[in-house]
């Protein structure tokens, strides 16, 4: 397994966690300040995760394409010198 597909993966493990605990806070609404403190830092820590899951991500993809564009035009321009 690469890291693009580990990355995507934990992506889609984010989103199970915000549907659980969606499905948690409407089952089971906070009835005390505590309690719903805890589903607001949840949900908050499981956004931070996702956004900088997502942003790992991106920069690795962003990354790769860079490297194989300068790759091909370097190849373009070898052909066009011959």
Do not use: C
Not at 18 to 40: A, C, Q, S, T
Not at 42 to 59: D, M, N, P, Y
């Amino acid at each position: 397994m690469n890291w693009d597909t580990a990355l995507t993966l934990l992506n889609a493990f984010w989103g199970v966690v915000f549907i659980g605990i969606g499905f948690e806070m409407v089952h089971n609404p906070p009835d005390n300040p505590g309690k719903k403190w805890l589903y607001r830092a949840l949900f908050i820590f499981v956004g931070i995760a996702t956004i900088a899951t997502t942003k790992i991500q991106s920069s690795r993809t962003e990354r790769e394409q860079s490297a194989e564009r300068g790759q091909h035009q370097r190849e373009l321009a070898d052909e066009r010198s011959q």
